[in-house]
Structures are given as structure tokens and as C-alpha cells.
Nanobody
């Protein structure tokens, strides 16, 4: 069982930055791949970024590539999402999620554990 708690959301102006954090309860955090997803009002949840259990590989959605950076600190059981050059279209609730080692990344159905989400609002 893995419990996830996001933090760091808020209101920011377009062009600004935010860093989201996701703290995990699991002592086996280093065995999980970790992802970030987001859901805007009236839209389906979409994949944002993923990082493998060791941190050796990352995957990004095209919409955030070059602006967002996912990282993790296995000693702190925490995954981060650094968001730079924010745009109004980045406004959404952001969720972190955990998937079992070796499972397919980027597909919501493969993530077995989810946080409650944190709101990010980008104003123009």
C-alpha cells in the first residue's frame, strides 16, 4: 500500500514557475515508477511526466517537454515536478501516481496508487 500526498500548487502568473512535491508513505518507494498527471475542468485526465524507479529515465508529454522537469529523491520518498514557463493551459489539478516496477509508463491504468491532487492555476 502506498499513500501519496501532493503539495506546492497555487496561483502563478503566466511565465512563472512552481515546484510540486509528492511525498510517499511506502518504505519501498524506490521500487515504484512515479508519474504526474493533470486534469483541467471539463477535460480528461492527461499524462504529464514519468520517472523510472531509479531515476535513470524520464518521459514527458509533448505539451510540457522543455518546460517541466520530473525528479525524485528516493532517500526522502519524494518525487518532484518543476514547472517553468507556465502557460494558462497548464491550469489543472495535478496528481502524482505510483506504478509497479516494470509496468508501462504514461498510461493511467497502470498506476495503482494516486494522490488527492493539488490545484495549479496560471493567470494571464
Amino acid at each position: 500500500q502506498v499513500q501519496l500526498e501532493e503539495s506546492g500548487g497555487g496561483l502563478v502568473q503566466a511565465g512563472g514557475s512552481l515546484r510540486l512535491s509528492c511525498a510517499a508513505s511506502a518504505g519501498t518507494f524506490s521500487s515504484y515508477g512515479m508519474g504526474w498527471f493533470r486534469q483541467a475542468p471539463g477535460k480528461e485526465r492527461e499524462f504529464v511526466a514519468d520517472i523510472t524507479n531509479s531515476g535513470s529515465a524520464r518521459l514527458y508529454a509533448d505539451s510540457v517537454k522543455g518546460r517541466f522537469t520530473i525528479s525524485r529523491d528516493n532517500a526522502k520518498n519524494t518525487v518532484y515536478l518543476q514547472m517553468d514557463s507556465l502557460k494558462s493551459e497548464d491550469t489543472a489539478v495535478y496528481y502524482c501516481a505510483a506504478r509497479a516496477y516494470g509496468s508501462t509508463w504514461g498510461k493511467g491504468r497502470t498506476y495503482g496508487y494516486w494522490g488527492q491532487g493539488t490545484q495549479v492555476t496560471v493567470s494571464t
